[in-house]
């Protein structure tokens, strides 16, 4: 379920900013495009936070209830529903309110929900800023009850020091549960350059801080990368030493063992 969660934030990232990529394109095209990519960007945008927040309460879910699981199946089901089809109703709820007032989207300026007019905006701020602050409270209870386990441990000498796997348990949740975006409450309460620079380098690096912290050092997708190379190398030498006949393979016994363990 955690990789589910990863690829999903992925996925909804990734739709998003094409969005917002397409969104900057039409501004000057008409309402039309220019709100069909304030929809699509306001749903999208959405679901990245509600999947960030299905991840901060996986993860509290296996902290706090270690003897009791949920079916995949209904664990599932509840992500599916709660990552897309909250969104979609605040986003539908959205558009149908602000209906023929033209107070939807901002005019000749960018492809995003107004604030001037009918304060828009909201309907992404405040679920954005909620599912922050429920994450950070999360992180911050896990943390705890990390560091509680790593104080009445024993420690081994091959163990790492508890200061050192919260640590990098920080950076790994930090792009994942989306805390980065809390600096948007300073770009909105100020007008400092540094504070907007601040909010658009981390947050345009998010994608990066997930492959990085989140995929590339998981030590399953690791494995599970380590083991799809290992064996598409060990085909394509079975598949030369096969062409190249069976004088080839049978002056090299070490092909012969390459064979038998790609079997």
């Known amino acids: 379920m955690r990789h589910v969660s990863i690829v999903n934030i992925a996925v909804s990232l990734l739709i998003a900013n094409i969005c917002f990529i397409i969104g900057a394109a039409v501004v000057k095209k008409g309402v039309g495009p220019c709100s069909t990519a304030t929809f699509f960007m306001h749903f999208f945008y959405l679901a990245l936070f509600f999947w960030m927040l299905l991840s901060a309460l996986l993860l509290l879910y296996c902290t706090l209830m270690v003897f009791s699981r949920l079916t995949k199946g209904a664990m599932m089901a509840i992500a599916f529903t709660v990552g897309y089809g909250a969104p979609l109703i605040i986003a539908v709820i959205t558009v149908a309110s602000t209906a023929g007032s033209q107070g939807y989207i901002q005019k000749d300026y960018n492809c995003w929900l107004n604030w001037s007019q009918k304060k828009t905006l909201l309907a992404f701020v405040i679920p954005a800023l909620i599912i922050v602050a429920i994450n950070l409270l999360i992180l911050i209870v896990v943390l705890c009850k990390m560091l509680r386990r790593g104080l ?66 998981d030590s399953k997708v690791r494995e599970a990368l380590a083991r799809t190379f290992s064996l598409s190398n060990l085909s394509s030498i079975r598949t030369r030493s096969t062409t190249a006949g069976p004088s080839f393979s049978s002056g090299f016994p070490f092909f012969q063992r390459l064979q038998q363990r790609s079997m």
Do not use: Y
Request: hydrophobic share 55%; aromatic share 16%; with cysteine.
């Open 152 to 217: 009445n441990a024993t420690t081994q000498p091959d163990e790492k020091h508890p200061l050192m796997v919260i640590a990098r348990c920080v950076a790994i949740l930090t792009p994942l549960f989306g805390l980065t975006w809390g600096f948007g409450i300073g770009t909105m309460m100020s007008s400092s350059f540094g504070v907007h620079v601040v909010f658009a380098f981390f947050n345009s690096l998010q994608g990066f801080f997930i492959l990085l912290f989140g995929t590339l050092l």
